[in-house]
Every structure is written in C-alpha cells, then in structure tokens.
C-alpha cells in the first residue's frame, strides 16, 4: 500500500535558522498538500503542488515537487517562534479518494 | 460559517462500550473524511465519503462504522471500544476530492 514517510521526525533550530522537512512517497503522486499543526490544534492547509518540478513561496517558505512526483519538500527561511508545530505532508494518488498523510516533522524554535 | 464541527471533544469509555463520535459541516462539502492521531504515528485515514449514500474504508478501518445520509453529516461509530482506539480523531471535509481539507477541533477519545 502506499507509504508516506517524513524526515526528520524532530527538529529543534535556534530562532533565525532554516528548516527544512522532507515526504517521500514509494509510488508517483497525483499531487501533495502540506499542512501545519500546531500544539494541541488541528491541522491546517499550507499549499497544494499538482505539477513535477513546482515550487511554490508563501512568505519565508517554500515548497517543492520533485521532478519524479515522488517527494516533496517544505524549507522555512528564518525561522521564528510563530513556526513552532508539526508539518504534515498529504499524498493524493491517481484513481483513489485518499488523503494518506505522512507521519510529519515536529519543528521546535528556540528564542 | 463554522465549518467543520465535532462532539463531543472529550470522551472516556469502558472496554466494550459503543459511542458515536458526530461530525457536522456547512460548507456543502462532497469530501469527508475521518482521522486518528497517534504519537509518533501522524493522522491515519480510518474511513471516507465522496458523497451522500457512498462511503469507502482508509488505512485502518477496523472496529469502525460509517454513515453518510446527507451531505453535512458523517458520524463515527465504535462498535466496541478498546483500549487500542485511545487516540485523538479529527474529521475532516473538502470541496473536491482533490481540494485543501478542513479540519475539525479533534475529540480525544480514552478508552479504559
């Protein structure tokens, strides 16, 4: 079945220092959405890439597609406390209904 | 609106015990989706609906029933609770099958 996995699980970066997650999925992916969670929240949508090779900027992050359409990855430029949370990556796949998320990247922002 | 609306947000069980956990939206969404969150696990899909009438199973389905008879609402139900289904669900909807998903406030659910 299809298998989602994040890296690093953890990451602990003093404040104004980059981060950067990574989801890597074991078959080609229809798109990928990216979701963030903060401490005893739910999570909320980021952004969608759909085409190989995208790259997408909101602000200090930025995410991208690979050409393969098999993994993504989110980079946080400066980080700041406001970041802190866990980032999800969601995985759609060709002819399901399934949203598989991957097992996400908990990010903690020393001031 | 208040989008994607769940209860109860807290609840314990005894082994054994039946519950339905209610999941309510008002954004007319076709999509929706139940979730568990497990430590170190992320959110693992239990089941889906791509509409009023269908339903489908996720990744963990097991010891779990659903219902979709309108379009807002798609409950959850435990069948009988074990201590296994300890665990933080979040419902979610969406648009499309393909569109962002909205997430609810989670129920934490402890089964004893």
């Known amino acids: 079945g299809q298998q989602v996995m994040q890296i690093p699980q953890y990451q602990h970066v003093q404040e104004g220092e980059d981060f950067t997650t990574y989801c890597n999925s074991s078959?080609?992916?229809?798109?990928i959405q990216w979701y963030k969670q903060r401490p005893g929240g739910h999570p909320v949508f980021l952004i969608q890439l759909v085409k190989s090779g995208e790259v997408k900027k909101q602000k200090r992050l930025t995410f991208q597609f690979g050409e393969a359409k098999k993994n993504s990855s989110l980079h946080i430029t400066a980080t700041q406390t406001t970041d802190v949370g866990t980032y999800f990556c969601a995985v759609g796949t060709s002819g399901t209904y399934k949203y598989i998320f991957g097992t996400g990247t908990r990010l903690k922002v020393l001031a | 609106n208040a989008g994607v609306t769940q209860t109860p947000k807290f609840q314990v069980l005894k082994t054994g015990q039946s519950m339905t956990l209610q999941c309510a939206q008002d954004?007319?969404?076709?999509?929706m989706s139940w979730y568990r969150q497990d430590p170190g696990m992320g959110l693992r899909l239990i089941h889906y609906?791509?509409?009023?009438?269908?339903?489908d199973q996720g990744e963990v389905p097991n010891g779990y029933n659903v219902s979709r008879s309108t379009t807002e609402d798609f409950p959850l139900r435990l069948l009988s609770a074990a201590p296994s289904q300890t665990s933080v669900y979040f419902c979610?909807?969406?648009?499309?099958?393909?569109?962002?998903?909205?997430f609810g406030e989670g129920s934490r659910l402890t089964v004893l």
């Open positions: 078959t080609t992916l229809s798109n």
């Open positions: 979610a909807s969406s648009i499309s099958r393909t569109g962002e998903l909205f």
């Open positions: 954004m007319n969404h076709e999509y």
């Open positions: 609906s791509v509409g009023a009438g269908i339903t």
